[in-house]
């Protein structure tokens, strides 16, 4: 199951799987987005482990971009850290999200 849109502030980014090769800068890789389409692109190359983890990298480029630090959106280790950084804190605390959406919050 792949979702297929991410409302990013404003934005309806769509999420699309691709059999085209992504080139980023000369280099082939396995996602990129595009702030002006709101396209984010995953290769249908990459296994279903590190989906998540490009998934989260392409929406902290947007994140960023949307939020007018376009410096930052193009700082690719400050990416890739805060997408496999926030990865790990959801999966490790599921009621972090419930808090974050204003459910249960008397959950402990
Ligand atoms: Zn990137």
Do not use: W
Not at 50 to 66: C, P, W
Not at 74 to 99: S, Y
Request: charged residues 30%.
């Amino acid at each position: 199951m792949m979702i297929k849109n991410i409302l990013i502030d404003a934005v309806n980014y769509r999420v699309e799987i691709t059999d085209e090769r992504i080139i980023v800068d000369g280099q082939e890789c396995g996602a990129d987005v595009d702030y002006n389409l709101a396209l984010i692109r995953l290769s249908d190359k990459i296994g279903e482990g590190t989906k998540a983890k490009f998934l989260m990298h392409e929406i902290f480029h947007a994140v960023l971009n949307e939020r007018g630090m376009f410096e930052e959106s193009r700082n690719e280790a400050l990416i890739d850290e805060l997408a496999a950084g926030t990865i790990n804190l959801i999966r490790e605390n599921p009621k972090l999200i419930d808090f974050l959406r204003g459910d249960n919050l008397d959950a402990d």
